[in-house]
């Protein structure tokens, strides 16, 4: 399949590493833009200790030190522009902070770059696990008016 642009959503798993290697046997673009979403640490910490919205931690770094998860996204991105560059994609990075979710923010982009076409990786989550856990790649395919390119796990 053949497309002007795509957008391959990269978090560094290996279905997602999977998903690139695919879309660099089956997919030709014009540009491929590997896109690494990322959510600010203190927005992490209060989710996972119940304090979101409440109040900021004094261990919260001053605006002028870099997030430490947009560093970390930053290198995740570079790993996956280079395994796209190496499945022969043209492509290019580009990391975008989470405002709200993972998919939205994946979705949001493509719609904002207005790609052919969405390239992920899932995990493959089936039953009881499928409930509990919801699938980034099942948001984004519900939500989006796209096509997208899934590529399930190795079994």
Same mark, same amino acid.
């Given at each position: 399949? $053949?497309?002007?642009?795509? /957008? @391959?959503?990269?978090?560094?798993?290996?279905?997602?590493?999977?998903?690139?290697?695919?879309?660099? *046997?089956? #997919?030709? $673009?014009? *540009?491929?833009?590997?896109? %690494?979403?990322? &959510?600010?640490?203190? *927005?992490?910490?209060?989710?996972?200790?119940?304090?979101?919205?409440?109040?900021?931690?004094?261990?919260?770094?001053?605006?002028?030190?870099?997030?430490?998860?947009? %560093?970390?996204?930053? $290198?995740? +991105?570079? &790993?996956?522009?280079?395994?796209?560059?190496?499945?022969?994609?043209?492509?290019?990075?580009?990391?975008? &902070?989470?405002?709200? %979710? @993972?998919? +939205?923010? @994946? !979705? $949001?982009?493509?719609?904002? #770059? +207005?790609?052919? /076409?969405?390239?992920?990786? %899932? *995990?493959?989550?089936?039953?009881?696990?499928? #409930?509990?856990?919801?699938?980034?790649?099942? +948001?984004?395919?519900?939500?989006?008016?796209?096509? !997208?390119?899934?590529?399930?796990? !190795?079994?």
């Amino acid at each position: 399949m $053949a497309c002007d642009v795509m /957008l @391959i959503a990269y978090d560094g798993s290996e279905h997602a590493k999977r998903a690139i290697q695919y879309a660099g *046997r089956f #997919l030709t $673009a014009d *540009r491929a833009i590997v896109l %690494t979403a990322w &959510e600010p640490m203190v *927005r992490q910490a209060a989710r996972m200790s119940g304090l979101s919205g409440v109040m900021q931690p004094d261990w919260v770094p001053d605006e002028d030190v870099e997030d430490i998860a947009f %560093t970390d996204a930053k $290198a995740t +991105n570079a &790993e996956g522009l280079e395994l796209a560059k190496s499945a022969g994609l043209n492509a290019e990075p580009r990391c975008e &902070e989470c405002t709200s %979710t @993972i998919w +939205n923010t @994946i !979705v $949001a982009t493509a719609d904002e #770059l +207005n790609v052919d /076409l969405i390239v992920a990786g %899932t *995990r493959g989550a089936t039953g009881i696990k499928a #409930l509990l856990h919801s699938s980034v790649a099942d +948001n984004v395919l519900k939500h989006c008016h796209r096509p !997208v390119f899934l590529v399930p796990p !190795v079994r």
